[in-house]
């Protein structure tokens, strides 16, 4: 039977608040640079599509004049500039993340490292400790993808914001219909995350000693040792 991790939102806002913390100690230039990043990618977004829609208004424009205006090509250079500065701030934004990645992961690492050099000889042999650094090194990448989803999240947040403001202003009417929308998507994928992430704290145990089990295959001493 799977367990089903029953965290609460409290716990899951203190744990992000804790995480966040840690993170902005280690590397406030970096987090800094990707918010600022995420930001210019929400805005520009909507800014394509008005360059997309502005372009062809023109051409419209410019088709019934039957010539073309400097305005058609204040809108030409504006598509031309929205078409490359996104590729530029998404490319930014992928370097910033495999290098938060990088410093990151070797910063958990060697911390890590430190906490098991720091447990007592006479409690090296305990099941418990081995268990608790087994669940932390093989979710330690989880920290990492937690903070892309965070990121990725702030950016869908202001993404909606901006939207909300731009339907409020013109079709007031649909924003409701827009959050009824997406309220059983929302309530699924919550469901669905807390089972998978049960799925890896149930099985701890299991894998400790698999892994246990399994390091005897793999050195010859143990090995003459089984064979004895």
């Known amino acids: 039977m799977t367990h089903e991790n029953k965290t609460s939102p409290k716990t899951l806002l203190q744990t992000t608040l804790r995480s966040f913390r840690l993170m902005w100690q280690w590397f406030p230039g970096r987090i800094t640079g990707i918010a600022f990043i995420v930001v210019l990618v929400s805005v520009t977004t909507f800014l394509q ?14 088709a019934a004049r039957k010539g073309f205006s400097p305005l058609f090509l204040w809108a030409a250079a504006g598509f031309l500039v929205m078409v490359v500065f996104p590729r530029l701030l998404y490319a930014a ?3 910033l993340f ?5 410093y990151a992961q070797e910063r958990t690492d060697f911390l890590l490292l430190e906490k098991r050099g720091a447990v007592d000889v006479a409690h090296w042999e305990d099941p418990k400790q081995h ?3 087994l ?10 993808n937690f903070f892309d989803r965070m990121f990725d999240a702030a950016e869908q947040l202001l993404q909606v914001a901006l939207a909300a403001v731009i339907i409020v202003a013109f079709k007031w009417w649909s924003l409701p219909l827009l959050v009824v929308s997406i309220i059983p998507e929302f309530i699924v994928e ?14 701890v145990e299991v894998k ?4 246990a089990f399994e390091g005897h295959f793999y050195r010859l001493e143990n090995i003459v040792e089984l064979k004895l």
């Open 93 to 95: 934004r992928s370097y």
């Open 49 to 62: 599509s008005a360059s997309q829609a502005f372009l062809v208004n023109e051409l419209i424009a410019s």
């Open 208 to 211: 400790r000693r698999f892994r």
């Open 190 to 203: 919550t469901k669905y995350g807390r089972r998978v992430w049960g799925i890896w704290q149930a099985k």
């Open 98 to 102: 495999r290098m938060f990645h990088f």
């Open 135 to 144: 669940l932390v090194q093989e979710n330690e990448y989880r920290l990492f």
């Open 131 to 133: 268990n608790l650094f």
